[in-house]
């Protein structure tokens, strides 16, 4: 079982920039991994993902080329790289981990989650 523990929120201006990490324990990271985030009254949605190897990503469309997601399996980490942050990506940030390889957007094929760290973008 592993364990995550997201970190790197924060209160930022609108244009500003910050960088999310998502440390893990209980074993080494090497599946597919996930970014979602979720705002007062809204379901929880999809950021980003990348594959086991960090070879492979995939983004929605709203942080598309704002958005960086990576990871230093080394470390155990998963990063979140996020910059241009608009008043709407305000929310709560997690990271999760599935027990598979294949990169997917849908919350419930993640078994893993962090507890959530803040990001709030201000004009």
């Known amino acids: 079982q592993v364990q995550l523990v997201g970190s790197g929120g924060g209160l930022v201006q609108a244009g500003g920039s910050l960088r999310l990490s998502c440390a893990a324990s209980?074993?080494?990271?090497?599946?597919?991994m996930g970014w979602f985030r979720q705002a007062p009254g809204k379901e929880r949605e999809f950021v980003a993902a990348?594959?086991?190897?960090?070879?492979?990503?995939l983004y929605a469309n709203s942080v598309k080329d704002r958005f960086t997601i990576s990871r230093d399996n080394a470390k155990n980490t998963l990063y979140l790289q996020m910059n241009d942050l608009k008043p709407e990506d305000t929310a709560l940030y997690y990271c999760?981990?599935?027990?598979?390889?294949?990169?997917?957007?849908?919350?419930?094929?993640?078994?893993?989650w962090g507890q959530g760290t803040q990001v709030t973008v201000s004009l």
């Open positions: 999760a981990e599935r027990s598979r390889f294949a990169l997917v957007r849908n919350p419930v094929e993640y078994d893993y």
């Open positions: 209980g074993r080494t990271l090497s599946y597919a």
């Open positions: 990348i594959s086991g190897n960090g070879g492979s990503t």
